[in-house]
């Protein structure tokens, strides 16, 4: 099992930047696969981007050139760099670690960008 705690989240003007942390209560050296969801208002949550323990990243069309994802194993934390905000961007981030018999979820943080 791993709790997975999100910070950063902010209200933010349009065209800045914010940077969102997900701390994880264990070591996530072997955790092979963490990620960054997210779900605005009356919309599906959307992957927004991850990482795997190599270092492979891949993200959202909509994040693209924008967003950087990044984990610190020393740390137990993964990070997400967003830069030139949009609106659109505004929603609640999730962090993530899929597992079975069930997926790992953080609570979430607010991410408000104002036009």
């Known amino acids: 099992q791993v709790q997975l705690v999100e910070s950063g989240g902010d209200l933010v003007q349009a065209g800045g930047s914010l940077r969102l942390s997900c701390a994880a209560s264990r070591s996530i050296f072997g955790i092979n696969v963490m990620g960054w969801y997210r779900q605005a208002p009356g919309k599906q949550r959307e992957l927004v981007a991850r990482i795997t323990s190599g270092g492979s990243t891949n993200y959202a069309d909509s994040v693209k050139g924008r967003f950087t994802i990044s984990r610190d194993n020393a740390k137990n934390t993964v990070y997400l760099q967003m830069n030139i905000l949009k609106p659109e961007d505004t929603a609640v981030y999730y962090c993530?670690?899929?597992?079975?018999?069930?997926?790992?979820w953080g609570q979430g943080t607010q991410v408000t960008v104002s036009s």
């Open positions: 993530h670690v899929p597992s079975w018999p069930q997926d790992y």
